[in-house]
């Protein structure tokens, strides 16, 4: 449903138990709540905070480059 949470997630090695043990959630609640987006509010925020991104960036449903990789790609581009 929210393919730069799961980019995200995948980018930084945690599996759905890792990230519901942050949330305070079950495995199986985070899960469904990926599937359905039914996140409140302050799980929306921590999770942002999380991956270090904004709430808009990982809820989109379109698929975004994070900023912090779209700044290191134009910069290995530059040949820096």
Do not use: W
């Not at 990926?34 to 270090?52: C, D, M, P, Q, S």
């Amino acid at each position: 449903m929210f393919p730069n949470l799961e980019a995200e997630q995948a980018r930084n090695g945690h599996t759905n138990a890792d990230v519901a043990t942050r949330l305070g959630l079950s495995r199986q609640a985070y899960e469904s709540k990926k599937r359905t987006g039914n996140f409140k509010i302050v799980e929306a925020i921590n999770l942002a905070a999380i991956y270090g991104v904004t709430c808009n960036y990982l809820f989109s449903t379109e698929k975004k480059m994070s900023m912090g990789l779209r700044l290191q790609n134009t910069k290995n581009a530059l040949g820096g």
